[in-house]
């Protein structure tokens, strides 16, 4: 699928323990390194980005802090003419402020300070104009006056009886955002929030004291509501993906879930950690639009065999390449051994004719559809400083996802394991 993103700047002077970094936000974007160094953080960051184009509450802050109010605006308003002139810089520097505080809500941190500068891409001009047109509707002596808002993108239709969830303002400014940085105004249509030791929730009931569990228990709630209403023929690659993942499928039934696995079938509660960690994934696939998702996925590979961390890379690359944004952070070099293999067979399908590329992936035992594009992939590894701050350097995707974070363990571990042996072998002298 051919999905475009302008990419989305954000320059940090300092945010938690993170100090002077860049990073840039794209379709996929992936954090790797240490414990403890600020991975949550630059994923929570990033989702931030398009939560503030989904949600109908978010952008409406903006307004409300500006002092700007459409209904006695519209009090003015006469034939046509400019309703609000938003400034990209004014737009910029509130997204600032309010991602910062979008991070306390999901961390749970109140006292989390930061100093960001967001850079909206160059699609973005540096002035949004939304103008309006008075017009009547309906039938003759029946007609109901409304406010047509449009920019050079959209436009929108306005009730004068229309009594507003979200000023519509915001309304029109969210989806021209989305149209400009994304393509299309419905290139996006709702983000669902997967963080750690995620598959409690499918079988106990617990209290959640973050935002970030209590918008994963909002995501558990709106997919078993959600009707069944997509083309599962299209995503078929991908459910196998994940039935192969989980050894067997995960239904909702009479209010619980279901494992189902060679013929029986138990709670979700009696199966292995790894299937309740990845359940969610089979429920989002089946019940939503995957290439109109945005995903915040913390540590795919949690619990999760070698072997099994290498499928969940299968299961992410084809979601990405459905069209789905992601935000990850991984702690797994067998995930991103497999996520390099994938841009490598990329690579070769590029130079090579379909007939031998088939063949190749025949024998590899791979799905064609699983070759990954770097094209709207950012990688970046979080680094410590000697002072205790750390630090964000971008990785160069074109031979893969670097290993770097994992080197140092497993040169330490070598270097133990050699040292133990030469003892015994002097011992035994």
Same mark, same amino acid.
Not at 255 to 273: D, L, Q, V, W
């Given at each position: 699928m051919n999905t475009k993103m302008d990419t989305i700047k954000v320059s940090i002077k300092r945010l938690g323990k993170i100090s002077d970094s860049e990073i840039e936000i794209n379709r996929m974007v992936l954090f790797t390194g240490e414990s403890g160094l600020g991975k949550s953080y630059m994923a929570i960051l990033c989702h931030y980005f398009f939560y503030v184009l989904l949600d109908y509450k978010r952008m409406a802050f903006f307004f409300q802090e500006k002092g700007i109010d459409f209904n006695e605006d519209r009090k003015a308003f006469k034939n046509t003419g400019v309703a609000k002139e938003i400034l990209k810089s004014e737009l910029e520097a509130w997204m600032a402020k309010d991602a910062i505080e979008y991070m306390r809500y999901m961390l749970g941190y109140e006292k989390l300070n930061g100093e960001i500068v967001v850079h909206l891409p160059d699609s973005v001009p540096e002035k949004i104009i939304i103008n309006y047109e008075e017009q009547l509707v309906g039938f003759t002596d029946k007609e109901e006056p409304y406010i047509? /808002?449009?920019?050079?993108? /959209?436009?929108y239709r306005v009730l004068n009886s229309d009594n507003f969830g979200e000023t519509p303002y915001a309304v029109i400014l969210r989806h021209e955002l989305v149209t400009l940085i994304l393509s299309k105004f419905k290139a996006v249509t709702d983000s669902f929030v997967f963080p750690p030791s995620r598959g409690f929730a499918l079988s106990d009931q617990l209290t959640p004291v973050t935002g970030l569990y209590e918008s994963y228990h909002k995501? $558990? $709630?709106?997919?078993?509501?959600?009707s069944q209403d997509v083309d599962l023929e299209n995503s078929s690659e991908l459910i196998g993906s994940i039935h192969k993942l989980i050894d067997g499928k995960v239904e909702f039934t009479d209010?619980?879930?279901?494992?189902?696995?060679?013929?029986?079938?138990?709670?979700?509660?009696?199966?292995?950690?790894?299937?309740r960690e990845l359940a969610p994934f089979e429920f989002l696939v089946e019940k939503t639009s995957i290439s109109k998702d945005v995903l915040l996925i913390e540590e795919p590979e949690a619990h999760l065999h070698p072997l099994k961390q290498r499928l969940v890379a299968d299961v992410i690359s084809l979601m990405f390449n459905e069209g789905a944004y992601m935000q990850i952070t991984t702690h797994s070099d067998y995930f991103l051994r497999r996520l390099n293999e994938l841009i490598l067979l990329q690579r070769i399908k590029d130079k090579t004719d379909s007939e031998g590329f088939n063949e190749l992936c025949k024998s /590899?035992?791979?799905?064609?559809n699983m070759a990954l594009p770097v094209d709207g992939i950012c990688a970046y590894i979080l680094l410590p400083n000697e002072d205790g701050t750390s630090r964000i350097e971008k990785q160069d995707l074109c031979d893969g996802v670097p290993f770097t974070s994992f080197v140092g363990a497993i040169e330490k571990s070598l270097s133990i394991l050699d040292e133990l042996e030469d003892f015994e072998d002097d011992e035994d002298c």
């Open positions: 047509l /808002l449009h920019t050079n993108n /959209l436009s995501t $558990l $709630l709106k997919l078993k509501k959600t209010n619980k879930f279901i494992y189902h696995n060679n013929g029986t079938e138990m709670p979700i509660s009696a199966a292995a950690a790894s299937i /590899l035992a791979v799905d064609p």
